[in-house]
C-alpha cells in the first residue's frame, strides 16, 4: 500500500507565495510521474504541474510563470512553490504520483488527501 500525504496549504494574501509538499510513503519500488492538481469549490478538479522522474515538468496555462513543480527522488516527495497568488488560485491541491510497488508491477496512479490553499485578503 502506499500513501499520499500533502502539506503547506493555508491562508496567503493576494501576490503571497506558498510551499506545497507531498510525501510518499509504503511499499515504493519505483515513483514514476507526480502532479499537482486542484479543484475549487463548485469545479471540476483540474490538473496544474506534473514532473517526470527525470525532471521534465509540465503546467498549465494559468499558473505558467507563478507555480514551480520538483521533485526530491531520494524522499519520494513532490513540491509545489506557488509564487504570485491570486485568488482565483484557491482550492483543494491534490497530488497524484504513478507508483510502481514491485520490479515487474505496472505504475498504478495514487492520490493523497488534499490540503486547501486560501487566497484572500
Known amino acids: 500500500q502506499v500513501q499520499l500525504v500533502e502539506s503547506g496549504g493555508g491562508l496567503v494574501q493576494p501576490g503571497g507565495s506558498l510551499r506545497l509538499s507531498c510525501a510518499a510513503s509504503?511499499?515504493?519500488?519505483?515513483?514514476?510521474?507526480m502532479r499537482w492538481y486542484r479543484q475549487a469549490s463548485g469545479k471540476e478538479r483540474e490538473s496544474v504541474a506534473a514532473?517526470?522522474?527525470?525532471?521534465?515538468?509540465n503546467y498549465a496555462d494559468v499558473v505558467k510563470g507563478r507555480f514551480t513543480i520538483s521533485r526530491d527522488n531520494a524522499k519520494n516527495t513532490v513540491y509545489l512553490q506557488m509564487n504570485s497568488l491570486k485568488p482565483e488560485d484557491a482550492a483543494v491541491y491534490y497530488c497524484?504520483?504513478?507508483?510502481?510497488?514491485?520490479?515487474?508491477?505496472?505504475?498504478?496512479?495514487?492520490w493523497g488527501q488534499g490540503t486547501q490553499v486560501t487566497v484572500s485578503s
Open positions: 497524484n504520483a504513478d507508483v510502481q510497488t514491485s520490479r515487474w508491477g505496472v505504475p498504478y496512479g495514487y
Open positions: 509504503g511499499s515504493i519500488f519505483s515513483m514514476n510521474a
Open positions: 514532473i517526470t522522474r527525470g525532471g521534465l515538468t
